[in-house]
């Protein structure tokens, strides 16, 4: 299939022939459809703290501090285009005469549009962006309704440059001493509950090639005016996705999609790549949440009481499963009687139905599979509506049934039984995730043998005018951490604040 050539391509982004054949035969197979046996909900897979136990939460991590390394990981590399979609349409078909102005204020497909520039002025980078123009060109343009060129000076690289900026360096929110972009305000969250001992806070960031060293000057340039406000030092570690992760791309009839120099084509992995830059993080806690999800500092209370929270049912957990561990091999009876009561109502994970036939010894192998492993705890919000990946209880290849993230396109909504199983889901998740990443013993797990790999995703593209089909690999929040013991832990709305286009920073809550 694979020619000398081939071979030296695939071997220069550090994958092998083996690999993107078996990603070819999925291609041909298809990935099986993840069973969802129920919803998760409060008091069935869904934990709600009442205020005390939040409190109770809150300590637990405070008091851990003393002797854990605590880092928050933030995937940064996601582009900002996409965000900008209705302003590029209109860019590239507004011309400014009477006709399109008329049809731009009528046209309900650009009313988002006719919002952004009725209210111009309330986004934190206005200021910025008058800055691009000559004295009395800004307000001249307003007044005439001449759109294009306050466009191409937002997202073009005449200007600002937005439209080809990642997200984590557009300016969100506006503070009397000038505006932050969503870094900046990941290093203030990070100040605010990922501080250990000796007063330093660690915060790594997975980003683009191309933009690394714009973050790297960014975050340099922004880091010690927090630093002083809150009395911390931030320690920022960049990484990239790895390029062995990268997928190949092939035709409708499945064979290897080439460029016009006959090379193979290949894509990014989607976020489950960074499976691989998670694996290498040195932290006993690690707190996750993406780039998009920030508020001001005037909503930031409630964010920080439940990370802290979070954490602290994490570690609460995690002391008890490796009590287990210790104990296991010499349990009697009654002590792995507990073990099992554990499994099923803590760790949320039901067994085979071939269980009670089982005897001792695969008993205490299975106890220990299931206790011997990484551990999240998961944010969720009660579902208004957004779309995404909600929880679950899911069926497992072994035949346990356990807490699982499941996305829309993993569950088969063709099966009338499963989508009525989905319709009936009461929250949604918010990516707000903190991870215990190593055993008892204080050794890392090798996260990639935690992996789902028949949980990816197969998309159609195209490239040059021709049709291809894409493969995501199973994804960071999902089939990446499908074997992790997982924990759902109901959380406020108030936490969940992602702008996925550019009036989201119109709403209150960036205001």
């Known amino acids: 299939m694979f020619s000398q050539k081939d071979h030296d391509q695939i071997a220069a982004i550090g994958a092998s022939p083996a ?33 005390a136990a939040v409190n109770e939460n809150i300590n637990r991590y405070e008091s851990a501090l003393a002797n854990k390394k605590v880092l928050k990981f933030v995937p940064a590399s996601g582009a900002a285009s996409r965000m900008f979609k209705s302003l590029f349409s209109l860019m590239d078909s507004y011309k400014g ?41 800004w307000e001249k343009l307003l007044s005439e309704k001449n759109y294009p060129p306050i466009l191409r000076h937002l997202l073009n690289d005449e200007g600002l440059g937005y439209g080809n900026l990642p997200k984590g360096l557009l300016q969100f929110h506006t503070y009397k001493e000038g505006p932050r972009t969503p870094a900046q305000e990941h290093l203030v969250e990070a100040a605010n509950y990922c501080t250990v001992r000796g007063g330093t806070a660690y915060l790594h960031m997975t ?9 790297t000057a960014h975050i ?48 990014p992995g989607g976020h489950g790549a960074l499976i691989e830059n998670l694996n290498e993080m040195d932290a006993d806690v690690i707190f996750i949440k993406n780039i998009d999800n920030v508020v001001p500092d005037r909503l930031k209370e409630e964010t920080y009481r439940y990370k802290k929270a979070l954490a602290g049912v994490l570690l609460s957990v995690q002391e008890t499963v490796f009590a287990y561990l210790d104990t296991l091999e010499t349990a009697d009876d009654v002590q792995l009687s507990e073990i099992d ?17 089982w005897d001792r010894e695969k008993k205490k192998a299975y106890f220990r599979s299931k206790l011997n492993r990484p551990m999240r705890a998961c944010g969720m919000v009660k579902n208004e509506g957004e779309p995404g990946g909600g929880p679950f209880w899911a069926q497992n290849s072994d035949g346990s049934v356990s807490l699982q993230i499941a ?33 008892r013993h204080g050794k890392s797990f090798d996260l990639l043998r935690f992996r789902d790999p028949q949980t990816g995703f197969i998309s159609s593209k195209s490239q040059g005018g021709k049709e291809l089909k894409a493969l995501e690999l199973p994804g960071l929040w999902n089939g990446a951490m499908s074997d992790w013991n997982t924990l759902f832990v109901e959380v406020p709305i108030i936490t969940f604040n992602p702008v996925k286009t550019v009036n989201d920073l119109l709403r209150d809550e960036h205001q």
């Open 341 to 357: 009561s554990f499994i099923r109502h803590t760790l949320c994970t039901q067994p085979p139905a071939a269980f009670d036939s």
């Open 220 to 267: 340099a340039a922004k880091k010690a005016a927090i630093e002083a406000a809150f009395g911390v030092k931030i320690e920022v570690s960049f990484s990239i996705q790895k390029p062995s992760t990268d997928t190949i791309a092939v035709d409708p009839g499945n064979q290897p999609f080439r460029n016009p120099d006959g090379s193979l084509l290949f894509r």
């Open 97 to 137: 005469t009477s006709d399109d102005q008329a049809k731009f204020e009528k046209d309900t497909s650009f009313q988002s549009v006719y919002t952004f520039f009725r209210r111009i002025d309330d986004f934190a980078f206005a200021s910025d962006l008058k800055e691009t123009f000559a004295s009395g060109e």
């Open 207 to 215: 980003v683009s090639p191309e933009h690394k060293e714009k973050f």
């Open 19 to 51: 690999i993107i054949e078996q990603q070819i035969e999925s291609f041909r197979k298809g990935f099986p459809f993840l069973k969802i046996d129920r919803a998760a909900t409060v008091g069935d897979g869904i934990i709600r703290l009442e205020e």
């Open 407 to 439: 996305e829309s396109a993993q569950i088969d909504t063709q099966d009338p039984t499963q989508k009525d199983l989905m319709a009936t889901a009461t929250h949604f998740n918010p990516v707000d995730l903190v991870c215990a990443p190593r055993d």
